[in-house]
Nanobody
Framework: VQLVESGGGLVQTGGSLRLSCAASGFNFDDYAVGWFRQAPGKEREGLSCIYNNNGEIYYAASVKGRFTISIDNAKDTVFLQMNGLKAEDTAVYYC????????????????????WGKGTLVTVSS
């Protein structure tokens, strides 16, 4: 299993970024994928997950309405479209493979997940 994030960078408050996660070694129909972030000195925060098998999608309250998760099956890629970025969104963002897409699985930033990538840094300047 391999997960490789990209698309991070520096953006001004109110701006947008689209993160990508190139996945290999597993099938999107068999496993859920999600995103979590970790800011310096803070705990991991689960943001969103999606499960192709049944169409389930969940968002953390902190990003609901601003972030959108999606899958491009042809490219084996998961996206996180981030709009209306705020300074508090500054963090390293990671994609994760998990056994299910449930709000409970997002608690603690997908603590029980078995694979995640190396992350991509998002910096939002105020």
């Amino acid at each position: 299993v391999q997960l490789v994030e990209s698309g991070g960078g520096l953006v001004q408050t109110g701006g947008s970024l689209r993160l990508s996660c190139a996945a290999s070694g597993f099938n999107f129909d068999d496993y859920a994928v999600g995103w979590f972030r970790q800011a310096p000195g803070k705990e991991r925060e689960g943001l969103s997950c999606i499960y192709n098998n049944n169409g389930e999608i969940y968002y953390a309250a902190s990003v609901k309405g601003r972030f959108t998760i999606s899958i491009d099956n042809a490219k084996d890629t998961v996206f996180l479209q981030m709009n209306g970025l705020k300074a508090e969104d500054t963090a390293v963002y990671y994609c994760v493979k998990d056994v299910a897409c449930r709000p409970a699985r997002m608690v603690g930033g997908f603590d029980w997940a078995d694979y995640w990538g190396k992350g991509t840094l998002v910096t939002v300047s105020s």
